[in-house]
């Protein structure tokens, strides 16, 4: 009878010719099962790949309950439960699941839990931990009590889910578990849970598990072993995630041919010895000191040590994580045997907009790096596949991943699906670039992220040039947290450069020598005029320099963008205000042209910029000049200042240009906001820029890296504090402390195990990677062709395009803007229909939430391309777009 019940149902346009109308229940759990089982990542559980077979095939067992049976009524198993019924009570399969397992089946399943050397067995407790592993994987832990179950142990479903298993237990025949350690058990749900998930994304997928007929499981055993694993064998190759091999390590040269001498951070990296067990790696140093690279030599040596056998890269912006996909295409190959077709995916909200990635995103036939339908000899192409680059979620499995930090952070997040990431991040060195870039609430997150990470037992790298020595302490002792391990040394060097070992043996703390030709002295010279500023800024851009002015408003970017325009001086803007299409432009733009092999002949000019620019991007002026930021910051914009070796620079000073009030001894409430409004908003503690710009007035000069952590860490003493500014300085403390709460709430809390009581699980309820004072609306800019509303970003003959790539580009249209900046955007009664029309093609929750997602109608105005909205007061506005300024609000004259 087991063989009626159906697990998977297909009808309508989407069913094939000929095909069954559904896929049996127990073929659907062997074909799990069976992915389970020869995904290289099992490995990681600690489980006989038998008892691993038998575990996640119990995944579904929920589905024979007539809740879920009843789904399809076509399908209804009339040979084992009867008549269909058309009353039945309402219930999830998951939680179904977990009913079965923990209560029903107990007795039947009992067997596959064994004692350990002492003796000791497991405890229905024990037993629970590994039951809800399994069963919630439709994105967040279930829960039931015994009462349901009362009534099922002899009801005619109770008795099939006993058969089920019993079957199971013959196919796989497993040995039993030895009674677990509270930590070994602990990682062994977690993983189980991101395990299970994985093996079930792949094996429902239609294309690569073809229905059969009820008659194709009367032999389940020989469907397991004749069907689904050759078919799991060929799924695991399509979807990426074939086993690969990793190299050994032969020097950096291997990674990056164009290093020849390695800088002293590099050495450092290929010489230490690798500590036994998960390890954290914290390298301080100068920006342009080679840390990416360092970090790649010590990532490839924890990998060919068998600490990992893949490598996940996050990064603060998603700017940052397209330029680090590019810098590692041509590297990461040299991290795995020639023989070996690892994935390289780009995993950001915004991944498959970047050209790069969409390029080396194989067809759907692609095998193991191979076509199916043509063969390729290039074995250092770079690939991945289409199923991990459809979503950033799957993007974490690859072997090889980039990033933006958010898609590592939702992996300690209690939201759907986070187990997925989970097992993108297990058996992976995690790499932390800029690790000091987030405000209270993420370094919460970013604290939780490596402990967890420890826990589920993996090694991590973390770099930054501007790391204060409370935020280092935080991190390695949430790292040791994570192995259990809170005593031993205390840190306590201050030198810099600075690398910093983590293991459970204990800490290392090992001073570097700086990067040869790297020692900088800058000159600081702070300036009370904007103007000033700007006339500086002119007259070096007119003297054949490349010049940046960082500023803290996409306002301000555009204000002095215009003003020095008008006075001819030639400008290119860059910040997160035009459409991506736009964007993702200007971003090639300026690497190529400001980047470490920018053209000498078309360097020249002024590149007006948002903190887009600040981190991670390899950009190299001859003149810098910033708005006063934190310090660190500063320090950050500064390192894009003569980064790399050029000859004949036409400005032969080192020097960065503040645009800074006066730091007076006794500053009133709006010393910073009458010169820097919009600096005043966005960096809520006035203290601590007052202290920035009073200790680079006094010292004059930022000194790499002889007195980086002096003024790190006297700018971010926040005991003094000027009686003017207390008051907006207690203000931004008090909401930093809240804002740590809510993060400490939020993150999950491993020791809880995978259960709805260690967070707030709730489906509704939607946990931020960033606690953002402001929300955001996402808008998307449109245009009319030949009566038609489509995406600015269209191409000529997108009207006859298919869906696909107007969805793409629509996408390629969008621009995040602030709500009580525009809430809402003006249609013309006559584009109304449409307009309708138009968000029809647009996904059920895009075109259902027009809070959220605005379509803005542009047509040409006076002053280029305009539209009209409102902003969250309901005022009107004009709202005007352009490719060299991007999206400005104005007030309606």
Same mark, same amino acid.
Not at 22 to 29: F, I
Not at 660 to 677: C, F, G, K, N, T
Not at 735 to 757: C, E, F, H, I, Q
């Given at each position: 009878?087991?063989?009626?019940?159906?697990? =998977?149902?297909?009808?309508?346009?989407?069913?094939?010719?000929?095909?069954?109308?559904?896929?049996?229940?127990?073929?659907? /759990?062997?074909?799990?099962?069976?992915?389970?089982?020869?995904?290289?990542?099992?490995?990681?559980?600690?489980?006989?790949?038998?008892?691993?077979?038998?575990?996640? @095939?119990?995944?579904?067992?929920? #589905? *024979?309950?007539?809740?879920?049976?009843? #789904?399809?009524? +076509?399908?209804?198993?009339?040979?084992?439960?009867?008549?269909?019924?058309?009353?039945?009570?309402?219930?999830?399969?998951?939680?179904?699941?977990?009913?079965?397992?923990?209560?029903?089946?107990?007795?039947?399943?009992?067997?596959?839990?064994?004692?350990?050397?002492?003796?000791?067995?497991?405890?229905? &407790?024990?037993?629970?931990?590994?039951?809800?592993?399994?069963?919630?994987?439709?994105? !967040?832990?279930?829960?039931?009590?015994?009462?349901?179950?009362?009534?099922?142990?002899?009801?005619?479903?109770?008795?099939?889910?006993?058969?089920?298993?019993?079957?199971?237990?013959?196919?796989?025949?497993?040995?039993?578990?030895?009674?677990?350690?509270?930590?070994d058990l602990l990682r062994l749900e977690w993983r189980l849970?991101?395990?299970?998930?994985?093996?079930?994304?792949?094996?429902?997928?239609?294309?690569?598990?073809?229905?059969?007929?009820?008659?194709?499981?009367?032999?389940?055993?020989?469907?397991?072993?004749?069907?689904?694993?050759?078919?799991?064998?060929?799924?695991?190759?399509?979807?990426?995630?074939?086993?690969?091999?990793?190299?050994?390590?032969?020097?950096?040269?291997?990674?990056?041919?164009?290093?020849?001498?390695?800088?002293?951070?590099?050495?450092?990296?290929?010489?230490?010895?690798?500590?036994?067990?998960?390890?954290?790696?914290?390298?301080?140093?100068?920006?342009?000191?080679? #840390?990416?690279?360092?970090?790649?030599?010590?990532?490839?040596?924890?990998?060919?040590?068998?600490?990992?056998?893949?490598?996940?890269?996050?990064?603060?912006?998603? $700017?940052?994580?397209?330029?680090?996909?590019?810098?590692?295409?041509?590297?990461?190959?040299?991290?795995?045997?020639?023989?070996?077709?690892?994935?390289?995916?780009?995993?950001?909200?915004? @991944?498959?907009?970047?050209?790069?990635?969409?390029?080396?995103?194989?067809?759907?036939?692609?095998?193991?790096?191979?076509?199916?339908?043509?063969?390729?000899?290039?074995?250092?192409?770079?690939?991945?596949?289409?199923?991990?680059?459809?979503?950033?979620?799957?993007?974490?499995?690859?072997?090889?991943?980039?990033?933006?930090?958010?898609?590592?952070?939702?992996?300690?997040?209690?939201?759907?699906?986070?187990?997925?990431?989970?097992?993108?991040?297990?058996?992976?060195?995690?790499?932390?670039?800029?690790?000091?870039?987030?405000?209270?609430?993420?370094?919460?997150?970013?604290?939780?992220?490596?402990?967890?990470? +420890?826990? /589920?037992?993996?090694?991590?790298?973390?770099?930054?040039?501007?790391?204060?020595?409370?935020?280092?302490? =935080?991190?390695?002792? +949430?790292?040791?947290?994570?192995?259990?391990?809170?005593?031993? =040394?205390?840190?306590?060097?201050?030198?810099?450069?600075?690398?910093?070992?983590?293991a459970r043996a204990g800490v290392e703390e090992l001073p570097?020598?700086?990067?040869?030709?790297?020692?900088?002295? *800058?000159?600081?010279?702070?300036?009370?005029?904007?103007?000033?500023?700007?006339? +500086?800024?002119?007259?070096? $851009?007119?003297?054949?320099?490349?010049?940046?002015?960082?500023?803290?408003?996409?306002?301000?970017?555009?204000?002095?963008?215009?003003?020095?325009?008008?006075?001819?001086?030639?400008?290119?803007?860059?910040?997160?205000?035009?459409?991506? &299409?736009?964007?993702?432009?200007?971003?090639?733009?300026?690497?190529?042209?400001?980047?470490?092999?920018?053209?000498? %002949?078309?360097?020249?000019?002024?590149?007006?910029?948002?903190?887009?620019?600040?981190?991670?991007?390899?950009?190299?002026?001859?003149?810098?000049?910033?708005?006063?930021?934190?310090?660190?910051?500063? *320090?950050?914009?500064?390192?894009?200042?003569?980064?790399?070796?050029?000859?004949?620079?036409?400005?032969?000073?080192?020097?960065?240009?503040?645009?800074?009030?006066?730091?007076?001894?006794?500053?009133?409430?709006?010393?910073?906001?009458?010169?820097?409004?919009?600096?005043?908003?966005?960096?809520?503690?006035?203290?601590?820029?007052?202290?920035?710009?009073?200790?680079?007035?006094?010292?004059?000069?930022?000194?790499?890296?002889?007195?980086?952590?002096?003024?790190?860490?006297?700018?971010?003493?926040?005991?003094?504090?000027?009686?003017?500014?207390?008051?907006?300085?207690?203000?931004?403390?008090? #909401?930093?402390?809240?804002?740590?709460?809510?993060?400490?709430?939020?993150?999950?809390?491993?020791?809880?195990?995978? @259960?709805?009581?260690?967070?707030?699980?709730?489906?509704?309820?939607?946990?931020? %990677?960033?606690?953002?004072?402001?929300?955001?609306?996402?808008?998307?800019?449109?245009?009319?062709?030949?009566?038609?509303?489509?995406?600015?970003?269209?191409?000529?003959?997108?009207?006859?395009?298919?869906?696909?790539?107007?969805?793409?580009?629509?996408?390629?249209?969008? *621009?995040?803007?602030?709500?009580?900046?525009?809430? @809402?955007?003006?249609?013309?009664a006559v584009w109304a229909g449409a307009v309708m029309t138009?968000?029809?093609?647009?996904?059920?929750?895009?075109?259902?939430?027009?809070?959220?997602?605005?379509?803005?109608?542009?047509?040409?105005?006076?002053?280029?391309?305009?539209?009209?909205?409102?902003?969250?007061?309901?005022?009107?506005?004009?709202?005007?777009?352009?490719? !060299?300024?991007?999206?400005?609000?104005?007030?309606?004259?």
């Open positions: 009878m087991l063989k009626f019940f159906w697990g =998977k149902a297909q009808s309508g346009d989407g069913k094939k010719p000929g095909e069954p109308d559904y896929h049996p229940l127990v073929a659907h /759990m062997l074909d799990v099962a069976a992915v389970a089982v020869l995904l290289p990542g099992n490995v990681h559980t600690g489980l006989d790949r038998r008892q691993l077979g038998l575990l996640v @095939a119990l995944h579904d067992i929920g #589905k *024979i309950m007539p809740a879920f049976q009843a #789904k399809v009524p +076509a399908c209804w198993p009339h040979q084992a439960l009867g008549p269909y019924a058309d009353a039945v009570t309402l219930s999830r399969h998951d939680v179904d699941g977990l009913l079965l397992l923990d209560y029903v089946c107990e007795d039947v399943l009992a067997p596959l839990f064994g004692v350990d050397d002492n003796g000791f067995d497991w405890s229905p &407790v024990d037993k629970r931990q590994i039951w809800r592993a399994i069963a919630g994987h439709h994105g !967040q832990p279930v829960a039931v009590t015994g009462n349901r179950a009362r009534g099922l142990q002899k009801a005619v479903c109770g008795v099939y889910a006993r058969q089920f298993c019993a079957l199971l237990f013959d196919i796989f025949r497993p040995p039993p578990i030895p009674c677990l350690s509270p930590q849970a991101g395990l299970t998930v994985t093996a079930d994304w792949i094996g429902s997928r239609r294309e690569w598990f073809p229905y059969v007929t009820p008659d194709a499981v009367q032999d389940a055993a020989g469907y397991f072993w004749n069907h689904a694993l050759p078919h799991a064998r060929t799924a695991i190759a399509r979807a990426g995630l074939g086993p690969v091999d990793v190299a050994p390590f032969r020097g950096i040269g291997r990674l990056f041919p164009r290093v020849s001498i390695p800088s002293p951070v590099q050495a450092l990296m290929e010489g230490i010895d690798i500590p036994e067990g998960p390890t954290l790696v914290v390298i301080e140093d100068m920006t342009g000191a080679g #840390k990416t690279e360092a970090a790649m030599v010590a990532a490839h040596r924890l990998m060919a040590s068998g600490h990992a056998n893949g490598l996940f890269v996050a990064l603060p912006t998603m $700017a940052t994580a397209n330029a680090m996909f590019d810098r590692l295409a041509s590297a990461y190959r040299g991290l795995f045997q020639p023989s070996s077709h690892p994935s390289l995916a780009l995993a950001h909200g915004r @991944a498959r907009l970047d050209e790069r990635f969409v390029s080396v995103v194989a067809p759907d036939d692609h095998v193991d790096g191979m076509s199916v339908q043509a063969e390729r000899t290039d074995a250092a192409e770079i690939c991945c596949s289409a199923w991990l680059g459809s979503e950033a979620r799957r993007a974490l499995l690859a072997q090889v991943g980039v990033g933006t930090i958010d898609q590592a952070f939702m992996a300690v997040l209690p939201v759907r699906f986070a187990t997925i990431r989970q097992a993108g991040l297990a058996g992976k060195i995690l790499l932390v670039d800029e690790c000091h870039a987030y405000d209270p609430y993420m370094h919460e997150e970013m604290a939780a992220l490596p402990r967890f990470h +420890a826990a /589920m037992g993996g090694s991590a790298i973390l770099l930054s040039a501007t790391l204060t020595q409370s935020v280092r302490h =935080k991190l390695t002792m +949430a790292f040791r947290e994570g192995l259990h391990h809170e005593g031993g =040394k205390a840190l306590s060097s201050t030198a810099y450069p600075l690398v910093t070992l983590v570097c020598a700086p990067r040869p030709g790297l020692r900088r002295d *800058i000159a600081v010279r702070c300036l009370a005029d904007g103007q000033a500023v700007m006339v +500086a800024a002119s007259n070096a $851009a007119r003297q054949g320099a490349a010049v940046a002015w960082v500023r803290n408003t996409v306002d301000d970017v555009i204000a002095t963008a215009k003003l020095m325009a008008q006075e001819g001086t030639a400008v290119t803007v860059f910040h997160a205000r035009f459409a991506m &299409v736009d964007r993702l432009a200007i971003e090639r733009d300026v690497l190529a042209r400001f980047g470490r092999d920018g053209d000498d %002949t078309v360097r020249a000019g002024v590149l007006v910029a948002s903190q887009v620019i600040e981190q991670s991007l390899d950009l190299d002026f001859d003149v810098l000049f910033t708005d006063l930021a934190p310090m660190d910051l500063i *320090i950050q914009r500064a390192g894009r200042l003569r980064r790399h070796e050029r000859h004949g620079r036409p400005v032969d000073r080192e020097e960065v240009w503040v645009l800074s009030p006066e730091p007076v001894d006794d500053p009133d409430p709006q010393w910073l906001a009458r010169l820097l409004p919009g600096t005043a908003a966005v960096y809520r503690d006035p203290a601590l820029l007052w202290r920035t710009a009073r200790v680079l007035q006094r010292v004059g000069r930022i000194c790499t890296p002889d007195n980086i952590r002096a003024l790190i860490e006297e700018a971010g003493d926040d005991r003094m504090v000027p009686p003017g500014l207390m008051a907006a300085s207690d203000e931004a403390r008090g #909401k930093g402390w809240a804002a740590r709460g809510a993060a400490s709430r939020n993150v999950l809390n491993y020791a809880t195990g995978y @259960a709805p009581a260690g967070a707030l699980w709730e489906r509704d309820v939607s946990t931020p %990677t960033r606690l953002e004072e402001r929300p955001y609306v996402t808008v998307r800019l449109a245009v009319i062709r030949d009566g038609q509303v489509l995406p600015w970003a269209v191409l000529k003959d997108s009207s006859l395009a298919p869906p696909e790539v107007l969805r793409r580009a629509w996408a390629l249209s969008e *621009i995040s803007v602030a709500r009580h900046s525009l809430a @809402a955007c003006a249609v013309p138009a968000r029809a093609a647009w996904s059920r929750w895009e075109r259902e939430d027009e809070t959220q997602f605005l379509l803005l109608l542009l047509d040409e105005g006076e002053d280029g391309m305009e539209g009209r909205g409102y902003d969250e007061k309901g005022k009107e506005i004009v709202i005007r777009y352009d490719q !060299q300024y991007g999206l400005q609000m104005l007030p309606v004259s």
